[in-house]
């Protein structure tokens, strides 16, 4: 059964580990990894990732990209967004600190804060708004 609108916002706006497609160029399927993600009830999704990586590359060339979002306990839920990129900015100490606070637990943070930023160079943040949700909870069946 579908998720209402605050549902699946809340639900996206949870710490999971998202699933992000975008159309490869190159005669390839899309490209699907898993990743970091940042999001709001009501607001933009954003990622990080390379600003020359095959991720960033594809993204910028697509101009959209998708992500889901599920969970398999206590019920096998998820949201899929999908939606135009909006804005690309340089990603700095403050959006590498929030992202990974969102996934790591506070004593780990401040060091993998400065390996992040030591050693993924030209790091940028993508912003997406989403357009189209799909969301499901099979546990409501």
């Known amino acids: 059964m579908a998720l209402t609108r605050e549902e699946r916002e809340q639900f996206l706006a949870e710490p999971h580990i ?5 159309n ?3 005669g390839q399927a899309p490209l699907t990894v898993p ?3 940042q999001y709001r009830p009501g607001g933009e999704l954003w990622i990080i990732t390379g600003s020359t990586s095959r991720k960033g590359r ?4 697509a101009g959209r990209f998708s992500l889901l979002a599920d969970r398999t306990e206590p019920t096998i839920r998820y949201v899929a967004v999908e939606g135009p990129v909006t804005s690309t900015e340089p990603a700095t100490r403050d959006h590498v600190q929030e992202m990974s606070a969102r996934y790591l637990a506070a004593d780990k943070l401040d060091a993998y804060v400065e390996f992040a930023l030591r050693e993924h160079r030209d790091q940028v943040v993508m912003r997406m708004r989403p357009e189209r949700w799909f969301s499901s909870d099979l546990g409501r069946l």
Do not use: P, Q, R
């Open 58 to 61: 594809l993204i910028e060339a």
């Open 24 to 26: 490869a160029t190159d």
């Open 35 to 37: 990743i970091w993600y």
């Open 18 to 22: 998202g699933a992000l497609a975008v």
